[in-house]
């Protein structure tokens, strides 16, 4: 059986709650500051949207767990240093690979502060475009197991385009050595292919706003 979910808008083209992800998604895609989640039931819904955006979105609150104080004073000081253009409350993705292949490592970070959600390696003989596929369906996964709807960027046009097609088209080859690599990738396909997610996925302009938060700065 399907699970239905409700949507609630609080900030986009039209507030309110909608009964499918394509009527959401038209209030808030490329809409500045949109604020938006989605629930399991309408009364749900009505409830959060009766209440402030704050108090059910944000990735670190929900989890991480940190103090809501505490929080908001780095969010705050974080925000300061972000472009215009980015979207604070949302995850950002990168890779690092010492070499091609080389030892291979992504996180995902929280936009606004930097911190540290996750963190996969470093992985023998990977690559860094395997990297950046990864840590966008890693933070996908993430997103869905917790019923977080923000948006993810990544800096890779690549990576971006192999989740949207379901498939990491590298050309890198399985050895006994990058067989978890490889087993991270089927199991990262197998979830594109039988999930469905409502994360906007938008490109990290890094000629304009600079280095992606989530970068390991070995440049």
């Known amino acids: 059986m399907t699970k239905y979910k409700y949507y609630v808008v609080w900030e986009g083209l039209a507030p309110g709650i909608y ?34 955006p704050e108090e059910h979105i944000g990735l670190l609150k929900q989890i991480a767990g940190h103090a809501d104080k505490k929080n908001e004073t780095v969010k705050q000081a974080g925000q300061a240093k ?18 091609n292949p080389g030892d291979m490592e992504y996180r995902g970070v929280y936009t606004a502060t930097g911190e540290e959600i996750f963190r996969m390696g470093p992985m023998p003989q990977g690559t860094n475009n395997i990297g950046e596929f990864l840590a966008i369906v890693h933070g996908l996964a993430l997103m869905k197991q917790r019923n977080i ?20 088209k590298t050309q890198l080859v399985e050895t006994p050595v990058n067989a978890p690599i490889f087993e991270l990738i089927r199991r990262a396909e197998k979830w594109l292919q039988i999930n469905v997610y409502s994360n906007l ?19």
């Open 149 to 168: 709807c923000i948006p993810l960027y990544s800096d890779s046009r690549n990576a971006l385009a192999w989740v949207r097609q379901k498939k990491c």
């Open 82 to 99: 972000l472009p215009a253009a980015v979207i604070p409350d949302s995850l950002a993705v990168d890779a690092a690979c010492s070499g």
């Open 19 to 52: 009964d499918s992800w394509e009527e959401c998604r038209q209030q808030v895609e490329n809409v500045k500051g949109a604020k938006y989640k989605s629930f399991d039931s309408r009364e749900a819904a009505i409830k959060a949207f009766r209440g402030k």
């Open 201 to 219: 996925l938008l490109k990290w302009e890094t000629k304009e706003w600079g280095e992606i938060p989530a970068d390991f700065g070995r440049k």
